[in-house]
Each structure stands twice: as C-alpha cells, then as structure tokens.
C-alpha cells in the first residue's frame, strides 16, 4: 500500500540475468523504503475487526529461484543494503502446510471424486468452509478437475495447477490483507508448483510418479524428496 494499492506481481524485462537480478533488488530496496505499507486485519478486545497497516518487512518478500546456489547472489546484494535474507531449503518447503495442501489437490486432480475434492478445496488456498465446499455442484465439479487432469496429462502439472488457481480465485485470496499469512502461503505454494514442474521436466515424470515423489517428500523432508 502506497497511498493506493500497488500490484503484488510485476513483470520485469531484461536482457540478461544481471540485468533482471538488479532490477529486482532494487525493487526490494523501494519496498522497504518506508513508503509502502501492508494492511492486516486485526480484532479489538471486544472483537470488532479493523484494518490495521506496518511498513513492509524483508520476511514479508519472496524470491522464488530454481535452486538454492541461484539465491547466492541475492543475498550477497542484499546484505550490501542491509536487508537480512535466508535461503529455504527444498526439505523446509515440503515440510510445510502447503505441500500437503497441493498435494491433497494433485490427488483429487488425478482420481476426482466428491471426497478427493472436498479434502482438496478444504484448505487455506481457496478460503471456502466446509458448509460452501458441500453445497457445490458435484457434477459441475467433477468435470473441472476432469478437465485438469487433462489439461496435466496434456500440457504438463504447471497448466493444470494453474488453472486451478484461476478457478478457484486462490490469488486475489492470498493477496486479501483479511487473509492471514497470506503472502507466506502463496509464496510457498508457487515454490511447490515450481520444484513439482521442475521435477516432471527433469526426471521425465508421470503424474503418479510425481505425486510419488511429492508424497514421499512430505513424510521424509530429511531426504529432500530424491
């Protein structure tokens, strides 16, 4: 927030990785300038809600990268402006709320049935309580995870995971400042949709081998999910 809201997500172009790298840091720094504020949404002791807003905090901003050594630079520059940074570790993500949660989805994508898809709409990505996830149309709903399970099957886990985003207005979810944690679950959420496209490409996975590999990562994080 800066008087007006700004967009979470930006698109920077350039003509190299220094380039973009620059940019992005630079971005950062004007977040943390003091300028840009974050509203929440807290309760009085009598419980009535307000909105509440704090200057932007280094832990509220993300960096998602490929691997661990592609964070290095980023946090050599960052220290050179005095902003603290930490790299989470692949086993840190898996071990999260959100790898289960996508992985509930993955699952309801791969064998749609009224009970794999209420277990997967029933979380923080979708926002919906269980009285809205029952009253949803069953036939309806079926047939859109369906169509994910095609659209993975076709154009890979990341369309497929995306779409379900788009439907299920997860983004302008995470993003509301009532949503609590919010940035933290979506940043987590696009680190998992990137390590899972990562590793379908890389290994050359089915979709059961990468639920496999996904479900096997959250019950031994330890192991980094090799």
Known sequence: YNGDRFSVITITEGSNKKEVGAALIARI?????????????????????????????????????????????????????????????????LASDEAKDVLYVLEAIMAPSRNTINRALLNAFTGLDLQEVMHQDEVVTIGRFSDYKAEWEKAGVYKALFSFIADYKVEGHLTDPATRGGERIISNLYQII??????????????????????RGIEDPSEDGD
């Open 29 to 93: 720094a004007s977040l943390l300038d003091g300028a840009y504020e974050i509203e929440e949404m807290k309760s009085d002791d009598n419980g009535n809600t307000f909105v509440s807003r704090r200057p932007v905090r280094p832990n509220d901003i993300g960096i998602l990268v490929r691997a661990n050594n592609d964070a290095i630079p980023f946090k050599r520059e960052l220290a050179k402006l005095g902003i603290p940074s930490v790299v989470i570790g692949l086993s840190k993500i």
């Open 194 to 215: 990137e390590l899972l496209y990562k590793q379908q490409i890389t290994k050359n996975l089915s979709s059961i081998e990468l639920v496999d590999w996904l479900r």
